[in-house]
């Protein structure tokens, strides 16, 4: 797993690297500035949270239990510029958790779980690091709900099914950096933590969801700015 977010961080980086690196040695060449002021923007991300990731299969007096879970994270981005370095943004996500019981004889417990995060924030740029600025540092802050769905279904003499919803508050801290790749389209990649209440009952594998996150994206951007 340690060796999956290096490349998840690092391959990222590398092609940021190198495109600015092409940009800053092409400025002879009339290299443009985009600015993002009156602007949209939507961004698909995919991102893993490091402390969610478990498996379990045990076997105890004739009860085979095997539980799993992970940190996968996809999320739809929508930001709005009212400045060009200053976003406004909604974070709509899905994470994907299960845990799976079986019993040897008739009984089966089979439950899934589902977390859907929906967060509002805010994100500006600190600094400038190149001349035409298409490579942005941002410091980012949101925060909103965390939805959690748990389905449970229980085979034996007959078939019952459970559904639980559950609603915490979360947040989010990050540092996040975008690569202006065109007028319309942008690299992403941020690192963080997120914050998150305890859920009342077990959703998944867990009851609280806080951990550091590591996410990569690829946004389009839509509006006409100036050039």
Request: glycine content about 10%.
């Amino acid at each position: 797993m340690k060796f999956l977010l290096c490349k998840l961080i690092l391959i990222p980086l590398l092609l940021m690297s190198t495109a600015v690196l092409g940009q800053e040695a092409d400025r002879q060449t009339d290299v443009a500035y985009y600015s993002l002021k009156d602007r949209h923007s939507l961004d698909l991300s995919f991102g893993l949270l490091s402390d969610l990731n478990s498996s379990a299969d045990v076997t105890v007096g004739g009860v085979h239990t095997r539980s799993s879970g992970n940190g996968f994270l996809g999320s739809v981005i929508y930001s709005y510029w009212p400045e060009d370095e200053l976003a406004v943004s909604i974070h709509v996500g899905v994470q994907n958790t299960d845990i799976k019981t079986s019993v040897t004889g008739l009984n089966v417990v089979s439950e899934s779980a589902v977390i859907i995060p929906v967060l509002f924030g805010v994100k500006y740029q600190v600094f400038r690091i190149t001349e035409h600025n298409n490579f942005r540092p941002y410091a980012s802050v949101s925060i909103g709900p965390y939805f959690g769905f748990v389905s449970n279904v229980r085979t034996g003499f007959g078939v019952t099914t459970e559904s639980i919803a559950e609603v915490v508050l979360g947040s989010r801290l990050a540092a996040d950096f975008d690569l202006l790749l065109s007028r319309r389209f942008k690299l992403g990649i941020g690192a963080g933590y997120r914050f998150v209440s305890d859920f009342s009952r077990r959703i998944g594998t867990e009851r609280n969801y806080s951990s550091p996150e590591f996410s990569i994206c690829l946004g389009f951007i839509l509006g006409h700015g100036k050039n």
